[in-house]
């Protein structure tokens, strides 16, 4: 016994060393955001939807997971911009699905466009999904729920 506790801990320190360095699902999320969605549409002093994307990712954070949208008919079907755990109550999901899930597109008129818009190219099935996937394991700030590299094999 008085060898396995020491190397249950040293695995335990490796195993906790290397999650703190993994970068967190929310910071792939983020850099993806900061990509696609801030040139032009979702920063400056009018961004685009009343929804400005280009702080830092705690300032991005927080104008997105558990806000109400701007747009009416969203927020009459009580949709969040990110509602964590749920997909399909996500607007900023329904915006960026581009009919990868074909049952959570833009459902109605009143939501407005698929985003980012035409010409510029829409977000990769992968980068969909990783939001998909980070909104459904309850949209957390830090920590790596997701794993991306699955995302990316399948």
Sequence with gaps: MKKTLPLFFC???ILLNENSRAQSTFSKVYTILQTKCTAGCHSGSSP?????LSGTETNVYN???NVNPVNPEALGMAYKRVKPGYPHQSFLLK??????????GLSSIYFGNN????PNPPLTPYEIDLVASWIIHGAPQSGAPVN???ISDF
Excluded: E, H, T
């Excluded at 685009?48 to 400005?52: P, R």
């Excluded at 915006?95 to 959570?104: Q, R, T, W």
């Design 148 to 150: 991306d590299q699955l």
């Design 48 to 52: 685009s939807g009343n929804l400005n």
């Design 95 to 104: 915006k960026i699905n581009n009919y990868l899930d074909a049952d959570n």
């Design 11 to 13: 695995l335990f320190f």
């Design 63 to 65: 104008a997105i997971v």
């Design 115 to 118: 985003m980012p818009p035409y």
